[in-house]
């Protein structure tokens, strides 16, 4: 078995362990008005993420069955229980990081024992645990950053899992990136290397092959 200890592995939730956005299918399904509107103006940089996820909580019902009903319509991927449980036995570790509403994340991520970080509805209120000020952007609902930064200081090697914009600046810390459907087409863009795949079987293929995870390396803001 390949041997991954000490390697810190971060996945995505919405469109990588989950095949499409879950929050864009709550947006599509259930939204009063033009919900594309923040999500064009965060790609565009004129909303932070969190102010995008406020601005479209803000269009969607605030009924927690309807929402949690709506959200299971989305399939995980069938590789997330596999390729977790591997990966874990070969000595790796794997958290959840999601800047969505946290709607179902907990609920597909408790039963494998899984952390999950990401943002959490209760009583109709959408409230961001897990943003952080000290991040040098301070802008996501759900800091991607600083959980890598962490494992970096410890001398771990970095992985990041990931499809969309709200990865991006994960990508460019972690040591070792995963990318799919748009953030493939920034890191094709923008220089930073990473390793494209389709599904979470490719993930296993990928990370569990006989190549090692590059070491950890300083991140590029001297942390």
């Known amino acids: 078995m390949t041997d991954l200890g000490g390697v810190a592995v971060f996945l ?27 999500g064009d103006r ?6 932070t993420g969190r102010q995008c996820l406020e601005e479209e909580w803000a269009m969607l019902p605030h009924d927690a069955d309807l929402l949690l009903a709506t959200a299971r319509e989305v399939p995980l991927d069938p590789g997330f229980a596999s390729l977790t449980a591997e990966l874990r036995a070969a000595g790796a570790t794997v958290t959840v990081v999601s800047d969505g509403y946290g709607i179902r994340v907990h609920e597909e991520c408790a039963p494998l024992g899984l952390t999950a970080l990401t943002a959490r509805v209760r009583d109709g209120e959408l409230s961001f645990p897990h943003s952080a000020a000290d991040c040098p952007c301070a802008s996501c609902g759900t800091c991607k950053v600083l959980p ?26 972690a040591d070792r990136v995963l990318a799919k459907n748009g953030l493939a087409d920034w890191c094709a863009d923008e220089g930073v290397a990473h390793t494209p795949f389709d599904n979470l ?9 006989p190549t090692p995870v590059p070491p950890a390396t300083e991140s590029r803001d001297g942390s």
Request: no cysteine; charged share 35%; glycine share 8%.
């Open 12 to 38: 995505d939730f919405d469109g990588t362990i989950t095949v499409r956005d879950t929050s864009e299918h709550l947006l599509e399904r259930l939204a009063a008005g033009d919900w594309r509107l923040p």
């Open 42 to 47: 965060y790609r565009r940089g004129e909303l």
């Open 148 to 173: 890598i930064l962490r494992a970096k200081r410890q001398g771990r090697p970095t992985v990041m899992v990931g499809d969309g914009t709200s990865d991006r600046r994960a990508a460019l810390v």
């Open 201 to 209: 079987t490719d993930v296993r293929r990928i990370l569990l092959a």
